[in-house]
């Protein structure tokens, strides 16, 4: 090969490798730390709960306010698993009602 097609390989193969890194932009646990504060239930808008991977290994659970804030909890504290379970208990009623 010549040096002209083998630097334009070599340049496509760059592009390629950097653009693939952009797809996948996690590159560890998002959260940094968490609140030892509970959250009141009215507050909460939504409950991310990120599984162990191969960028974080440990389980994450990202609270999302209604004022848009984001804030990450403790998996291991009692009132973060208590208001799992509850959540988990009313989505199982929910679907147990028979339509109309």
């Known amino acids: 090969m010549t040096t002209k097609p083998l630097l334009l390989l070599s340049a496509l193969m760059l592009c390629c490798c950097i653009a693939s890194l952009h797809a996948f932009p996690r590159e560890r646990c998002l959260c940094i730390r ?3 504060s509970p959250i009141r239930v009215g507050v909460i808008r939504r409950i991310e709960v ?3 991977s ?3 290994r440990r389980i994450e659970i ?3 306010r209604k004022n848009g804030s984001k804030v990450c909890v403790n998996p ?3 009132w973060v ?3 799992i379970s509850n959540l988990q208990r009313l989505s199982q009623r929910i679907s147990n ?3 109309l």
């Open 34 to 36: 968490t609140t030892p």
């Open 50 to 52: 990120i599984p162990i």
């Open 54 to 56: 191969g960028l974080c």
């Open 62 to 64: 990202i609270v999302t």
């Open 76 to 78: 291991a504290a009692d």
């Open 81 to 83: 698993n208590r208001l």
């Open 97 to 99: 009602i028979q339509p």
